[in-house]
């Protein structure tokens, strides 16, 4: 799928399939095309990032989630934030994404052009600093998800699992 079709809130979202019990989710978006200016490669970011955060952050443990996109309203502001740069993404929404996963692994890969999309995105929004990151739900004895960048084979990977 090209990176350029993603959308938060339709069916063009490979992202909505984490949430089923797979073994394993690969999505490739191949190389991606219109990176040659920074405008482009910002919206780029807030497209991805938008499919990969598709539900909101829950207020409480008890209380439900909803699509991040639930009206037209929030899918215009939502482009008007990355028309003026604003970054929206939160570490909380992210790891709210990644322990919610039923699937065990998701693979990213796109073709390594030297800009490296996938993690440029996650960076762009401050959602990491370490090509790896794991995060414990129940503590130092719970169940520990990751989330891990890495180059191989002419691709640029993000590898996101339990």
Same mark, same amino acid.
């Given at each position: 799928m090209p990176i350029q079709k993603l959308d938060a809130s339709s069916g063009n979202n490979p992202f909505v399939l984490t949430k089923l019990s797979l073994a394993a989710l690969e999505i490739d978006f191949k190389k991606i095309e219109n990176t040659e200016n920074w405008l482009k490669e910002n919206r780029l970011y807030h497209r991805f990032i938008s499919a990969l955060l598709h539900t909101t952050t829950p207020a409480s443990v008890t209380s439900r989630t909803? +699509?991040? &996109?639930?009206?037209?309203?929030? #899918?215009? $502001?939502? =482009?008007?934030? %990355? %028309?003026?740069? #604003? +970054?929206? %993404?939160? $570490? $909380?929404?992210?790891? &709210?994404?990644? *322990?919610?996963? $039923? %699937? #065990?692994? *998701?693979?990213? =890969?796109? *073709?390594?052009d030297g800009k490296d999309i996938l993690w440029s995105a996650f960076t762009h929004f401050g959602l990491v600093s370490n090509a790896l990151t794991i995060v414990r739900l129940g503590g130092d004895g719970g169940t520990k998800h990751h989330m891990m960048f890495y180059d191989g084979d002419g691709e640029n990977v993000l590898e996101m699992g339990h």
């Open positions: 909803s +699509p991040v &996109h639930s009206s037209i309203v929030e #899918k215009n $502001k939502r =482009r008007i934030d %990355a %028309a003026f740069l #604003k +970054p929206w %993404a939160t $570490k $909380k929404q992210l790891y &709210h994404v990644l *322990v919610g996963m $039923k %699937a #065990k692994k *998701v693979i990213v =890969r796109c *073709v390594d």
